[in-house]
């Protein structure tokens, strides 16, 4: 199936590394316009020069989504150089406080994880919602996740997070359909990503678990899949899909 995503204006959050910076790479290279929002700088930056160098239409802003100043500023300013806005893909997210129990949990990590992921999910989808309402057309991913909606993460704060962002995604879902809006959520597993990388490193220092840490760094799943389920969901193509999606 030959998917054209040529002149499609995009916004991807946290698309500096994991997941996001393979969803960046694969809507450029089909001819998509992409805005990148994130805060790791030098990563962001490094992906922005070596795709204009290839003469693709990318530019990078830092926006940190918890921030609702920030977001509506890097909104408008995206919006206004991508002259529209098609398509939102909010990956930005962290995952902290892995395997620690629940009367160990700091409250500091629980306020950052839920700020991030969901508060982070919320603003952007409030502020480009608010585009797409205008327009009557757009779709928007959200990340979620199986340990949010099964209930098996290794930090409360993380699998609660994701299962809010769950949560919002089928209530987006719900009020913007009206508008021609498609909302879903993705729900990847475990992925070769630098988040999940450090979230099993540090099971298995609280742990000394080497074993089940090399287990499972042998299965994590490759990002560039995850990217492109992710692409088609964004395509007319997907028109017809519904809700949440979830990935190995």
């Known amino acids: 199936m030959n998917i054209d995503m040529k002149g499609k204006k995009v916004i991807v959050t946290g698309g500096s ?3 996001g910076r393979e969803v960046v790479k694969i809507f450029a290279e089909n001819q998509a316009k992409v805005a990148i929002f994130d805060v790791n700088n ?36 995206a919006t206004q150089w991508l002259e529209g806005i098609d398509i939102l ?17 700091p409250d500091e990590i629980w306020d950052s994880v839920i700020s991030i992921n969901l508060t982070g999910s919320y603003l952007m989808s409030k502020h480009v919602g608010s585009l797409m309402k205008k327009q009557k057309s757009g779709t928007i991913i959200l990340t979620s996740s199986g340990a949010g909606v099964l209930g098996s993460s290794s930090s409360f704060a993380y699998g609660s997070s994701k299962g809010g962002v769950h949560g919002l995604s089928l209530v987006l879902e719900d009020k913007l359909s009206k508008y021609g809006i498609r909302v879903h959520d993705i729900l990847p597993g475990s992925v070769d990503t630098p988040l999940k990388n450090a979230q099993i490193e540090t099971t298995r220092d609280i742990t000394g678990n ?3 840490y090399s287990k499972i760094k042998k299965v994590l799943a ?12 964004c395509s007319d193509e997907a028109s017809l899909l519904k809700g949440s999606i979830r990935t190995a």
């Open 222 to 233: 490759n990002p560039k899949g995850v990217a492109n389920i992710i692409y088609f969901m």
């Open 42 to 77: 030098e990563e962001g930056m490094d992906l922005t020069n070596e795709l204009n160098k290839q003469n693709l239409d990318i530019r990078y802003w830092n926006v940190d989504v918890r921030d609702s100043n920030q977001v509506s500023g890097g909104v408008l300013a």
């Open 210 to 212: 080497q074993t089940e």
């Open 89 to 105: 893909i909010n990956l930005a997210g962290v995952l902290q406080g892995a395997s620690l129990e629940i009367d160990e949990f």
């Open 17 to 19: 590394t994991g997941i």
